[in-house]
């Protein structure tokens, strides 16, 4: 079992960035495949971005290629998510999650998830 604490969250202007953080704690960090995923006001939740154990695979969703970069220090147990170029679209509640499958974009096959942090962005 891992636990997941986020962090990072804020008000930002559009164009602007921000920097998610993922702290994991428990089993070993590098033994699960991890992922961000947001959920904004009335929506489903979505997937963000995903990277694998060892940090050498990643996928990232088409809404935010080129702008948001997923990494991992296994080293330090942490997850990150640099977001640039902000947009308000972007706002939402972000949540990390952990999965014992290898790199994996479905909400569904994530076990372990964090209390999200909430990202604003206006206009």
């Known amino acids: 079992q891992v636990q997941l604490v986020e962090s990072g969250g804020g008000l930002v202007q559009a164009g602007g960035s921000l920097a998610l953080s993922c702290a994991a704690s428990g089993r070993t960090f590098s033994s699960y495949a991890m992922g961000w995923f947001r959920q904004a006001p009335g929506k489903e939740r979505e997937f963000v971005a995903a990277?694998?154990?060892?940090?050498?695979?990643?996928r990232v969703a088409d809404s935010v290629k080129g702008r948001f970069t997923i990494s991992r220090d296994n080293a330090k147990n942490t997850l990150y998510l640099q977001m640039n170029n902000l947009k308000p679209e972007d706002t939402a509640d972000y949540y990390c999650?952990?999965?014992?499958?290898?790199?994996?974009?479905?909400?569904?096959?994530?076990?372990?998830w964090g209390q999200g942090t909430q990202v604003t962005v206006s206009s």
């Open positions: 990277i694998s154990r060892g940090g050498g695979v990643a």
């Open positions: 999650a952990a999965t014992d499958r290898v790199i994996t974009v479905l909400l569904f096959e994530y076990n372990y």
